[in-house]
């Protein structure tokens, strides 16, 4: 019984050291205001909070990392402004666009259905050949009632 109780505790141990040991390497993964951040090398590199999401939030998210300028210019109604401080849509896929290429994602998106539809609406219409005027005036249309405060972006 004592062998047990001495394999028993050996187990549990070395679950709770290498849970440890596991938090510190992924340090590149951060949690704010209920959101993961991820850093990855490029815009290429997808985050693996997306490994067990569907295949359309991935896509989106691969969209909207190569349309920032887009999707600068497009506010998000999901209320992501006042809860998260988001300044527009490419905030709820992208926390920051570092110089050396690398990405830090956020999971925003994959828990808002308002941002995934804005980003997918967006880049279709941009692909259709509409100016980023034309685009954001469908969306501000679109989405100026029944939604929550857009976020603050500048207009165009």
């Given amino acids: 019984m004592k ?12 679950t709770s050291l290498s849970g440890c040991s596991s938090e510190t390497e992924e340090s590149h993964i951060e949690h ?14 997808l985050p693996g909070f997306l490994v067990e999401k569907p295949e359309n939030i991935q ?3 691969a969209a909207a990392a190569q349309h920032e300028e887009l999707l600068e210019n497009m506010p998000c109604y999901c209320g992501c402004g006042e809860s998260v401080g988001h300044k527009n849509n490419y905030d709820c896929f992208v926390h920051d666009s ?5 990405i830090v994602w956020d999971d925003h998106g994959t828990k808002c259905g308002v941002c995934l539809e804005i980003a997918a609406q967006s880049i279709k219409q941009l692909q259709d050949g509409k100016s980023l005027e034309e685009i954001r005036k469908n969306i501000d249309d679109s989405y100026e009632n029944g939604y929550a405060e857009p976020t603050p972006t500048p207009a165009l």
Wanted: no cysteine.
């Fill in 3 to 14: 062998k047990i109780g001495s394999l028993l505790l050996i187990i549990l141990i070395g």
């Fill in 59 to 61: 896509t989106i998210y």
């Fill in 32 to 45: 704010v205001h209920g959101d993961v951040r991820e850093e990855t090398a490029s815009i290429e590199a």
């Fill in 98 to 102: 570092k110089e050396d290429g690398s």
